[in-house]
């Protein structure tokens, strides 16, 4: 292990966790975290690369076994049969239609009336904002009645519209856009306009650019909220092929143990955590500075 | 190029607010006219009901002879230099400057060719693929300058341009706005709250205050013949001492003998409406031994504080009618404490009437 350092530029104070017996006792804590966090995960991978047999009699081997190849192709292609034999391929598809449709509809839409309310002079604007303020306290939960009903009326159930629609409308999203547009400065506005840059090209060449890193944290909360959806897709989608991941791991799990096919369960666990992670670490950078810096 | 005429242009705010209650002034070409007033006096606004950005509650406002009150920033052909530069963070400053030219559809080339050729006169040549952030305060003012220059506008509208910047920066930037302007040959409307700036860059000067007119004309008119005390107390630094003067109670009202608020008379004739009267700090002198001169005003006066700037010196001084500040040329020989005759040449004194109109 690296020796910890010490700063030794003529400083004789110590910063928290610059002794040798703190940055050991930190990092201890860090570690015992990470294996907490970790070995379910890690535990689900070893499951999945097991046979049915080897799952259903304990104990369970704690390092994996030779059936990744087939096990993963099974579930990617064949299916469970408890959700007819879907491939987790199609519940993929399904689910990352439905999370970048509710991330980047939400992101334009609420972008869009930020704008409107924040840069426009019209009747009723403050209303509107009230409006829109006070949804935040009506959850997808609470007009989910009346929702499904909208939706069976327009013949939305069982297609990516009625999975995605309902849960576009965000009222976080536009109060956070509202906060930082109002940072923008007016004489910022004021020269756009005087450079001859209409309402259009004000928002595409200088309220986006400048929103980039606002709009990147954004997605990757959004996505993670699109993917992780359960109670709207359980209602909206009745055949199996039009479902998410998240609803079809549910489906695939019977009370009856011998009835589960455990070893597909777990490989379609592990691929339904992949893409969101591939989500925060791809887009990590833009994250962190979405949410520390503003650029201006 | 082009005239800015305004006539009776007034700006009522929905609040009921009037911010400029009737202002008539007429720049002619390439002239540099500025603004300058205390903060509120309804300056800012005229310029931007100037530039389009704010609404004409009523009168008009006319660029090159042609109304423009329904016309928009984008198509009255001006160029605006902001307080805060407002420059486009996300773009190098290229983009900045070239960005009005896209907008109005210039050829790519005759961007190029404007852009780089304004740098070249900016000497912002090599700064063009910076962003605004990685600039000195400076630096970003001749972007801002550049950015309007580039389009070749009509007229210049600048919004306090250098009051970001520090003073010897400020005192370097006045004197190349002033050149560029002169250069350009573009009709400029410049507004301050600075004096100094005023004074020395403007061709007309218009010294605006409550959302009216003070007085308009050449600055050293206006220097010389200030219309109202206002006028006379803004400009000039330190400003025009102001003493209130009036006729003795039990005497007849149009008497041409005043006297001072403290009762010691003034010793020579003042005009029957005066109530103030006032004179320059550099055109008061310190009475010297043995002299006597006749038809100046005499003023006893305690010397409270020196304050010597180098080439020259104030006197600040309690005189028989309130605080005087007087200038004297090279070293101070007062020092505070001292007692001394302050003399003003009867042809430099000021008389204002009880409205503050000059007499």
């Keep these: 292990m690296a020796e910890p350092k010490v700063s030794g530029s003529g400083h004789d104070k110590l910063m928290i966790g610059q002794s040798a017996t703190s940055v050991y006792v930190a990092h201890a804590i860090l570690i015992l975290g990470l294996v907490i966090v970790a070995f379910p995960i890690y535990y689900t991978f070893v499951a999945s690369t097991q046979t049915l047999q080897t799952i259903l009699r304990p104990p369970l081997p704690l390092t ?113 856009f509202r906060q930082f547009f109002m940072t923008i400065p007016g004489e910022l506005v004021e020269a756009a306009r005087v450079d001859g840059a209409g309402p259009w090209r004000f928002f595409f060449d200088i309220l986006l650019p400048l929103s980039r890193t606002n709009i990147a944290a954004l997605f990757v909360i959004l996505f993670i909220y699109g993917w992780t959806q359960y109670l709207w897709p359980l209602l909206v989608t009745n055949r199996n092929d039009m479902t998410t991941i998240v609803i079809a791991l549910k489906k695939m799990v019977s009370f009856a143990d011998a009835d589960t096919q455990w070893h597909l369960v777990m490989v379609t666990a592990i691929l339904a955590i992949v893409p969101p992670i591939l989500v925060v670490v791809l887009m990590q950078r833009w994250f962190v500075r979405g949410l520390v810096d503003t650029e201006k | 190029m082009a005239t800015v005429d305004l006539k009776d242009v007034r700006k009522v705010y929905p609040g009921g607010v009037e911010a400029v209650k009737g202002v008539s002034i007429a ?131 600048f919004d306090e341009p250098l009051s970001n910047l520090d003073a010897k920066l400020r005192g370097q930037m006045r004197v190349e706005i002033k050149n560029l302007q002169r250069s350009l040959g573009v009709t400029s409307v410049y507004v301050t709250h600075d004096q100094l700036e005023a ?64 009762g010691a008379g003034l010793g020579i004739a003042a005009p029957v409406l005066a109530a103030t009267l006032g004179f320059r700090p550099e055109d008061a002198d310190v009475l010297g031994e043995g002299e006597k001169p006749s038809g100046s005003l005499k003023l006893p006066a305690t010397v409270e504080a020196v304050e010597p700037v180098g080439a020259e010196s104030f006197l600040y001084c309690a005189a028989a009618g309130g605080r005087i500040v007087v200038r004297v040329a090279g070293r101070a020989v007062a020092k505070p404490g001292d007692s001394l005759e302050v003399l003003v040449p009867a042809g430099k004194l000021h008389w204002f009437d009880s409205t503050g109109k000059r007499v």
């Excluded at chain 2, 389009?52 to 423009?68: P, R």
């Excluded at chain 2, 061709?203 to 200030?226: C, F, H, R, S, T």
Aim: with cysteine.
């Design chain 2, 199 to 262: 004074m020395t860059l403007a061709d007309i000067l218009v010294v605006m205050n409550a959302g009216l007119v003070e007085q308009m004309g050449a600055p050293l008119d206006i220097y010389e013949k200030p219309a109202s005390t206002f006028v006379a107390s803004f400009i000039g630094a330190p400003p025009m001492n102001l003493l209130a003067i009036a006729a003795k109670p039990d005497s007849q009202a149009d008497t041409l003998e005043k006297f001072f608020a403290n």
């Design chain 1, 64 to 176: 994996p076994g030779g059936e990744f190849w087939n096990n993963y192709t099974e579930a990617l292609f064949g299916g469970a049969g408890r959700i007819g034999g879907v491939g987790a391929g199609t519940l993929l598809l399904n689910t990352t239609i439905m999370a970048l449709g509710i991330a980047v509809g939400k992101i334009m839409i609420s972008i869009l009336s930020a704008y409107a309310i924040v840069f426009f002079r019209f009747p009723f604007r403050m209303a509107i904002f009230w409006l829109i303020f006070i949804t935040l306290m009506l959850p997808v939960e609470v007009r989910i009645l009346p929702t499904y009903k909208v939706m069976v009326d327009l013949g939305l159930i069982d297609t990516y519209a009625g999975l995605i629609i309902p849960l576009i409308a965000s009222a976080t999203a536009t109060l956070l």
């Design chain 2, 27 to 157: 720049i002619p070409d390439k002239e540099l006219c500025v603004l300058v007033g205390p903060s509120g006096c309804g300056k800012s606004t005229l310029l931007r009901m100037i530039a389009g950005l704010e609404t004409i509650s009523s009168g008009t406002c006319a660029i090159d002879g042609k109304v423009v009150n329904a016309v928009g920033p984008t198509e009255r052909d001006i160029a605006m230099v902001f307080q805060n530069y407002a420059l486009y963070p996300h773009m190098k400053v290229y983009d900045n400057m070239a960005y009005g030219l896209r907008n109005r559809g210039t050829p790519k080339d005759e961007i190029d060719s404007r852009v780089r050729s304004t740098a070249k006169v900016l000497e912002l040549s090599h700064l063009l693929d910076r962003r605004p952030r990685e600039l000195s305060g400076g630096q970003r003012q001749r972007v801002a300058m550049g950015r309007a220059i580039v389009r070749n506008p009509k007229v210049f509208l």
